[in-house]
């Protein structure tokens, strides 16, 4: 398994809770961009010919806000230098305040399959609270558009004075648009964000109000045939993420664009976020990268471990072994001795219990060796 | 050439704490041209920083002076600063042995307070020639009359020609001066006879090895002299001899009536005992001087290092501490919770925080220490007594026969005004009352019996805060009384604390309980799992409180671009995990159980 990922960091305009690479001042650039974009995906493309692509997601910001023609230049690009596999996921990110017809027809056609539309919330003065350009019927407009076609729907829990009640109308919401996958995130207050703000005062949900909110959604979703695959997303089944999965099994993925990141051969690296210095990067035949780690060792086997405890797939020991050259029980007895009440086994499979997924730091951590330690 | 005993006054400053004490031992030696006012670091005999910090004087430091008086002949005085806390009453006796006479100073707008009165019967009973001198006459409240009155009705000592002096500004310092000359005498002893040495205080230098500060009763010492003590055999040569100007200054010999150290490359603290007289190796004094009542730690705390590894750095600072102090007392300590560190015993609650604080400034390691306790006298069924200061060590209820606890004498101090709510505070902490008398129009003396444990909780914060600072204090310990004491535990799902445990008062023990519960479910952080906090006594449960298990402890999203940010988000907490204690299966930050412990006692 291996994914390409393509980073669009326009904007039309900022959400509040946003850091991410995105400029909506720097639209201007678009074009420039994209056409560094195709630079940098044809350069790793030739480096990459022995590896072949199951997946590639295009995100942002918002690509599609991008004029369609770009978003099928970057498949054309991909297709033209790298190897995929039969039926490649390919994933876009929408916001419903930007999709027309012209869009989804080019979208199609570039063999896109996959849709994955930013609704956040069915309510429109919360949208409009997030500095979201669209409303819930754009939503609708939306799906109307890509009536039969995979979709998935972002939804965000502990806004301001959010409740339990709103969160599954938007998922009810969500399902009236016809979507298969829904991925519901806790709110996360960056540093620097305007919401931050808010959260200094108080005024987003606490960590129990939002905790409540979650599993009376979990529920909820599980009712509507929708399972819970990692800690915030959900699917019916045959629905899951191809891409997202490939992360949490810790597999290859190259990342294309201003702020991307890459694991390939054991290195993980990630692109400058500053556009510009992106573009005069790839302009200038040099490296956009600043930073670049290789993964070895018990920091690999860490890395494997937290990431698929994500998941309700869990460690797959065999995997384990295949990858590592060690018996996963036995070089972590000590760790699964202690954190065995929330841990279960089914088949090969050591998981976190359902009800502790949503607390899984602390066995996590319990996982992570401290620098010197030897195996005891 | 040693000086004319007839021309020297030894004499120290004894007050109340704020009267002044301080400041008129620096305008002394301004006026004696000891230092020059550029020099002159504020408060200067309080050299280390937690003493000017805190505006107390803790260690003894004695300084040499010259005075020309107006009989036209230059005078040597030595003065021996004190301590004015009620903690320290152990080493203001030290001081006073040393000297022929005593400044007793009053502050103008206070009067006589608590330990005006104890540190004047401590220097009357020490036969000490005492001087009163009314202090800070700049201020506008300044009440000399009445201040006089005071000195003579309640301390019985002729006052009418105390100095009324302002040490701030200056005023009057003169006649101060000039009444150290007239009224305190000159030392007798025969600087001929074979040597005796009191030994008043002492401390280690790297180089020199241990420094005798010594009052000379008899005889002469110079470099070369072989020297012995009598609780020692040992013998020694003497490397250096000299006075305090302030600075140590090197002097040829030190003779009857003087005041100096002696170093003698002597290597261990044990060889000169404070208190312990010094004389020549082969003309032996018959007999040495009245040393010191042994002082007795009367509060016991456990000091543990933050981080477990110091425990050596720990008991290195703790002996280095102890060289100079013969009061604390240290025996290893271990606690399940805490991990390896020491029981220590303190004259008082500033002694213990004087102690902590030094072992955090001067060596740099971070303690936790637990709730102070006092020494029980447990008598056991079998017929067998035990003393207890550690309450981990009480035998199990069914082994017990009966408990005594210490217990004080308290005298209150205060305006008429405060009687009501210090009578009631001194009620709700098991006091007995025993006297009140009128002083004067402003001033009341109470005097209660108290248990001391109950006096190291809380007492201190409780009376200044009734009575606006203006009640002092002062106690001694009157002995043993039988009392009906309980251990009380604090469990955390389950599991006893026993750096939690402590000896109350059967009823007290609940409100204590309930306290401590509600402090650890502040500080103790969400967890896994629910933990619920215990307060027992026995068996039985008195107090419940609850850590709610958290909900959610985990990243929301986890993508391609946050591996490594979310590795480093773990790094951290699992750096924060190491710092935790483990009791049973709760994980505690050492920060914590700082919070936890600390007393609410203003130590002052």
Known sequence: MAGIYIHIPFCKSKCTYCDFASFPKEIGKMESYFACLYREIEGWGKKLTNKVFDTVYIGGGTPSIAPPNYISGVIKQIKKYYTLSDNPEITIEINPGTLNKEKVDAYKKAGINRFSIGLQTGYDEQLKRLNRIHTAKDFLLCTNMLKGENISADILIGLHEQTLEQVKKSIDLAIAGGVSHISMYALTPEVGTPIYTDYLNGELLSDDETADIYDGAREYLKEKGFDRYEVSNFAKQGYESKHNLNYWKRGEYIGLGVSASSFIDNRRFTNTSVIDEYMNAIIFNKVPEVSSETVEGTDAEFEFIMLALRTKYGIDTEVFKKNFNKDFETEYKKQLDKKEKYLEKIGNSIKIKDEYLYVQNDIILEFMKNTGDTNE | ?604
């Open chain 2, 1 to 604: 050439m040693s000086t004319d005993k007839n021309k020297i006054r030894n004499f120290c400053i004894v007050a109340h704490i704020d009267h002044g004490k301080s400041t008129l031992a620096d305008r002394l030696m301004e006026m004696t041209g000891q230092v020059s006012e550029r020099d002159m670091e504020e408060q200067l005999l309080d050299s280390m920083d937690l003493e000017r910090e805190r505006g107390i004087t803790i260690k003894l430091t004695p300084v040499r002076m010259f005075y020309k008086a107006k009989d036209g002949i230059e005078y040597t005085f030595n003065l021996i600063d004190t301590p004015g806390h009620v903690d320290f009453t152990y080493e203001v006796s030290r001081s006073l042995k040393a000297c022929e006479g005593a400044i007793l100073i009053v502050d103008a707008t206070q009067g006589v307070q608590a330990q005006t009165m104890a540190n004047a019967y401590l220097a009357i009973d020490n036969d000490l020639e005492i001087m009163p001198v009314i202090n800070k006459m700049d201020l506008a409240s300044a009440n000399p009359e009445a201040t006089q009155e005071e000195i003579e009705n309640i301390l019985g000592i002729e006052a009418s020609n105390a100095p009324r002096i302002s040490a701030k500004s200056g005023l009057n310092i003169q006649d101060v001066l000039e009444g150290i000359v007239k009224n305190i005498p000159a030392p007798s002893g025969d600087e001929n006879a074979p040597l005796k040495a009191l030994i008043f205080d002492s401390y280690y230098d790297n180089f020199k090895g241990v420094i005798c500060f010594v009052r000379i009763k008899d005889g002469t010492v110079k470099v070369g002299d072989r020297i012995t003590t009598f609780m020692s055999s040992k013998e020694f040569t003497v490397t250096e001899v000299g006075v305090f100007s302030p600075k140590m200054q090197p002097t040829p010999t030190l003779s009857a009536g003087e005041v100096g150290y002696i170093a003698a490359s002597i290597k261990s603290i044990e060889d000169t005992a404070v208190g312990d007289t010094i004389t020549n190796a082969d003309r032996k004094a018959s007999e040495p001087l009245p040393g010191y009542k042994k002082a007795l730690p009367m509060v016991f705390s456990g000091v543990f290092p933050l981080d477990g590894s110091k425990f050596n750095d720990l008991q290195d600072a703790l002996l280095k501490l102890k060289l100079n102090d013969a009061a604390l007392s240290i025996e290893p300590d271990n606690s399940a919770a805490l991990g390896f560190g020491f029981r220590c015993g303190f004259l008082g609650l500033l002694h213990m925080d004087v102690i902590q604080e030094r072992i955090e400034r001067e060596f740099d390691l971070d303690i936790i220490t637990t709730a102070p306790s006092v020494s029980y006298n447990v008598y056991k069924t079998d017929g067998t007594k035990l003393v207890v200061e550690n309450p981990t060590h009480l035998p199990p209820v069914t082994e017990i026969d009966y408990m005594e606890e210490p217990i004080i004498n308290a005298s209150i101090f205060t305006p008429p005004d405060y009687v009501g709510p210090i009578m009631e505070l001194c009620q709700f902490k098991r006091g007995v009352y025993k006297d009140m008398i009128y002083l004067d129009k402003t001033r009341v003396q109470l005097k209660y019996t108290l248990p001391l444990n109950e006096i190291i909780y809380d007492f201190f914060d409780q009376l200044k805060s009734r009575t606006k600072g203006y009640a002092s204090l002062d106690y001694e310990i009157a002995g043993y009384e039988r009392s009906d004491l309980v251990k009380l535990d604090m469990l955390l799902n389950g599991d006893i604390c026993d750096a939690l445990s402590i000896i109350v008062h059967k009823d007290k023990a609940y409100e204590r309980g309930r306290q401590i519960a509600e402090r650890l479910k502040d500080v103790i952080p969400r967890q896994m799992f629910e933990i619920p906090i215990q307060a027992a006594v026995g068996g039985k449960i008195i107090a419940r409180e609850t850590v709610k298990a958290y909900r959610k402890d985990v990243l929301a999203k986890c993508y391609g671009g946050d591996v490594t940010r979310k590795k480093k988000l773990l790094e951290k907490q699992k750096e924060g995990k190491k710092k935790m204690r483990s009791i049973g299966s709760v994980e505690i930050p050492s920060e914590a159980f700082i919070e936890i412990l600390k007393t609410d006692s203003d130590n002052n």
